[in-house]
């Protein structure tokens, strides 16, 4: 048997969808774990909607993947000779007719088929008609078998038969001479080589039709596997932002390239109850068997907590690299160097699960223009008692190292001498830090946020709590 060779063949007609993406992984993980070679080719036959912006897109999403194509790209408005070539040998075998129908005629046959309960299919009329001049326009039809049946084994569906008076013959050519879709992917995978086609199951009637074109050029018939559709893609978490469930939607929301590919591969993929792989296991262990049957559903929910899982294996300096361009998105300034921003996420790294998310958790560490919640100010700042407060700004002011084991002893100093617990002085100390009553351990808060930063922000707290408990809270 040769060696697996698969192909991912998009339409550049917009932004590599989820569901795209998965038959890309597909195809890259069979090739990847038999030894083989995965392929891309462009299918930008359609001229009207066919654009480079969208090819340098599907480019960038697959790379950004991870998903490396052993050849091409291969674009096939490249190849359209070697199309016209092969629509001339099933003319000439017989395989192939002119069909002289102009649309205005095809749309009142389907009109008629449709009134009469019929299958709107063609009627083949130009296939049984008199030669006609060639200067008049026409399209190419396939001549399709008209009985019998064309089976497809499927190796995830089993046998599929179709019976072949169901199945029309199809255009091949356009009156404008541009081949069809069907014929384009049949030349393709025969000259390239192709042994397995992995792709959604809304491809299986084309299958068939692809098996008669196989068998009519004398082509070998490459394996076939048919993937269920996802499911619940429309109702996900980025729709009404992003409009499309594009690949492209989940980088700038901050999901990791590893988690969406471990995700993905799990929507109609299973190994026993393992949940969370790396590329060399996902390599290692991939086969079309485990492919499931039934429908894979998209959670939302599911995929941050497989991104939570991932962004958790990063080291401090890997997530601190990948925050960086989250954060100059949103304007702001780094207050500090690599090593500062390191110990940042660390912070955050257990709470976040997104880089968008950790960006967000992240402001009070990187904008000193904070607002303080009313309730939270309320409740720890304005009833609050200044003096251990002031204590404690004095403490941290005369420390000799900024570390959080100084600042520990700065506090304990202050709670031993009033008899406090550590909510006393953290509280109040958090809302006038982040702003609100939830953060990291306040300790390492004080330690990252800085000497300077860290007192300019306890004395805006300390005249908020001397001006009283009628004092304006802050919007």
């Not at 100093?413 to 006038?432: F, I, N």
Request: aromatic residues 8%; proline residues 5%; glycine residues 8%.
């Amino acid at each position: 048997m040769p060696t697996a060779r698969t192909r991912f063949a998009p339409s550049p007609t917009g932004h590599l969808h989820i569901g795209g993406a998965r038959t890309a992984l597909f195809n890259y993980l069979f090739a990847r774990n038999q030894g083989g070679a995965f392929l891309l080719r462009i299918e930008d036959t359609d001229r009207e909607r066919s654009t480079a912006e969208y090819i340098d897109g599907i480019l960038d999403a697959l790379q950004w993947l991870g998903l490396a194509w052993d050849e091409g790209p291969f674009y096939q408005s490249q190849r359209l000779e070697l199309y016209r070539e092969h629509v001339d040998r099933l003319l000439a075998s017989g395989h192939a007719y002119r069909c002289y129908c102009s649309p205005a005629e095809l749309e009142a046959k389907r009109q008629a088929a449709l009134a009469a309960g019929r299958k709107p299919t063609y009627d083949r009329t130009c296939r049984t008609a008199a030669t006609r001049s060639t200067n008049e326009p026409f399209a190419v039809r396939f001549a399709a078998p008209v009985s019998g049946k064309t089976i497809v084994p499927d190796l995830v569906k089993g046998t599929v038969a179709f019976e072949n008076e169901e199945l029309e013959d199809l255009v091949i050519a356009r009156s404008d001479g541009t081949p069809t879709f069907n014929l384009c992917n049949v030349v393709d995978d025969a000259l390239m080589q192709v042994t397995h086609i992995i792709r959604g199951e809304d491809h299986l009637t084309n299958s068939a039709k692809q098996i008669q074109l196989y068998r009519a050029f004398g082509y070998s018939t490459p394996a076939f596997t048919h993937v269920p559709l996802i499911h619940g893609l429309s109702g996900g978490r980025l729709s009404k932002r992003h409009g499309a469930t594009s690949v492209t939607a989940y980088r700038e929301a901050g999901y990791l390239p590893e988690a969406l590919v471990n995700y993905l591969v799990r929507l109609g993929w299973s190994y026993g109850d393992q949940e969370i792989f790396s590329r060399s296991e996902l390599i290692e262990k991939f086969s079309l068997d485990r492919l499931g049957t039934a429908a894979a559903v998209f959670n939302p929910e599911k995929l941050e907590w497989v991104n939570f899982q991932h962004l958790k294996k990063l080291t401090r300096a890997e997530l601190a690299a990948a925050v960086k361009p989250f954060i100059t998105a949103r304007g702001w300034s780094i207050p500090g160097d690599d090593a500062w921003l390191a110990r940042m996420v660390a912070t955050l790294q257990e709470r976040a699960k997104t880089f968008v998310e950790l960006v967000d958790l992240a402001r009070f560490y990187l904008s000193d223009d904070i607002t303080i919640d009313p309730q939270a100010a309320e409740k720890h700042l304005v009833k609050a008692d200044p003096g251990p407060l002031n204590e404690l700004r004095a403490g941290l002011a005369a420390l000799r190292d900024w570390t959080e084991v100084a600042i520990q002893g700065a506090f304990e100093a202050v709670l031993a001498r009033h008899q406090l617990k550590l909510g006393a002085l953290a509280q109040p100390l958090r809302v006038a830090l982040t702003g609100g009553t939830v953060s990291p351990g306040i300790f390492e808060v004080i330690e990252v946020i800085g000497r300077e930063r860290t007192l300019s922000r306890l004395d805006r707290a300390l005249a908020l709590i001397e001006r009283g408990p009628a004092a304006h809270v802050p919007d």
